[in-house]
């Protein structure tokens, strides 16, 4: 019994949510430190992040924080939703400037890649009426899509995206526990989408109570994985 258990448990482990960013063989050294390896799998990570936001837009139950804040912008402008997440992610770039954070290749990767795909993706996704079932299976998949996606970009280490970076700045800054800088500033982003008409409900629930535990466990698997 525990030996067929043993195969069974060590194939379990690798769903362990992991509790630190793994380093891995493609892991850089600096922000600036450039591979084709380590581009391809940090535009890859981008890509699969927008098309995980796209996912939960088009279930139309509810998008994540800053996406709602975008859909927002994008109803009241001439902005698509994904132009209207490039525009809000420069205009956070450049809170880095008095905060003294400095980018990386993957903090500018960030802010087209994942306005690209985004839009990409609500373009070809279908967009789901009066069916919560599906509606729900669409949030899981997105967000299992962002979670892995941020565990392949975050492991490249060419920097973090705009809004990531201006939470850590503004901890280093400040000397509030990132976690609560992190709440304030979606929250924030959140209740401005809103107020603009962004879609926010289930979906946002789900993604703010699962999104953590989804990247940790895509950490794990990429641990596993790549070492």
């Not at 258990?5 to 380093?23: C, E, K, N, W």
């Not at 922000?31 to 939960?56: N, Q, V």
């Not at 994942?114 to 967009?127: N, R, S, W, Y």
């Not at 970076?165 to 990132?178: F, I, P, S």
Request: with cysteine; hydrophobic share 55%.
């Amino acid at each position: 019994m525990s030996s067929a258990a043993s195969p069974l448990r060590r194939a379990l482990g690798i769903f362990v949510p992991h509790r630190t960013v793994p380093v891995v063989p493609w892991t850089a050294k600096h922000r600036w430190d450039l591979s084709l390896k380590r581009l391809c799998i940090l535009t890859l990570g981008l890509a699969l992040f927008g098309l995980g936001e796209a996912f939960l837009v088009q279930s139309h139950i509810g998008n994540s924080p800053w996406v709602v804040f975008s859909q927002g912008v994008s109803l009241h402008t001439p902005l698509s939703i994904g132009a209207s997440t490039f525009v809000i992610s420069a205009a956070v770039l450049l809170l880095w400037i008095p905060l003294g954070e400095r980018p990386g290749f993957g903090t500018i990767a960030n802010m087209f890649v994942i306005a690209i795909f985004l839009q990409l993706g609500v373009t070809i996704i279908p967009l789901v009426h009066s069916n919560i079932v599906l509606s729900i299976a669409m949030v899981l998949v997105g967000i299992g899509m962002v979670g892995m996606a941020s565990a392949f970009y975050i492991t490249c280490g060419l920097g973090p995206g705009p809004r990531d970076g201006l939470m850590t700045a503004l901890h280093k800054k400040t000397g509030v526990r990132v976690g609560r800088v992190r709440l304030c500033v979606e929250l924030l982003a959140l209740s401005a989408g809103i107020a603009l008409g962004g879609r926010a409900g289930l979906g946002t629930a789900l993604f703010a109570l699962l999104i953590g535990n989804s990247v940790a466990i895509a950490f794990s698997i990429v641990n596993k994985f790549a070492n």
